[in-house]
């Protein structure tokens, strides 16, 4: 059984068609914008290593993941604009106007101001890291330890007491997600065996501040 399509109208590149066999009117456009839209979305996970699983991470420095969010944020606010635009709004808008939700645009603008605060920081204590950090591990998954950690000492900690318990809760963290191990030797004649290979603590790599 053949369906009986005939065209009603035709709107840009959409087209509008009645389907006599159900008595309804459908419409028929083309996935281009569709794809479009996915693939700025996806810049996103290239961006902080989001991957099929089976894939290798696609490496991205922090100055290409400042332009791919900028990318994003900017694309976003146009799409927005332009529904605001055709329909006449003022208010704010969500998917129902054709637009992503008022919370995604707000967290897209915060990443991209944390960010650009990121890399601020990293210039002032040394350009030469901008290139070498790991953006995977900014994700909420591994930065939530820190804060599982800081609850133990306070349940509902101010920002004062996070401020000052912070070295010891990096320091408790890094002891959870490590693989390490640690001896004490008291005594020449200790029962523990000396090691094979040791390294003074002046020798620990440190990060070098840059000239003022």
Known sequence: MCE???????????????????????LVTGLSKTVTFLK???????????H????????????????????????VQRIVASVKG??????????????VSKKTQDSLTML???????????????P?????????????????????????EHETFRTLNYAQDFGTIVKDSLKRITTWAAKYFTHDKSYYPFPDTFMPLSAVSTMALSAV
């Open 4 to 26: 009986r399509w005939v065209t009603l109208c035709t709107y840009e590149k959409s087209l509008f068609v009645t389907d006599v066999a159900v008595g309804t009117i459908k």
């Open 40 to 50: 700025n979305r996806g810049c996103l996970y290239d961006t902080f290593g989001r």
């Open 52 to 75: 099929e699983k089976g894939t290798p991470a696609k490496k991205v420095t922090l100055r290409e993941a400042k332009e791919n969010v900028d990318k994003v944020c900017s694309e």
């Open 86 to 99: 055709r329909f006449n709004l003022s208010r704010e808008t969500n998917g129902p106007e054709g637009t």
């Open 112 to 126: 991209r101001k944390e960010v650009n605060r990121l890399i601020q920081n990293i210039n002032s204590i040394n």
């Open 128 to 152: 030469l890291f901008i290139d070498q950090d790991e953006l995977l591990a900014l994700l909420t998954t591994h930065v939530e330890n820190l804060h599982v950690v800081s609850h133990f």
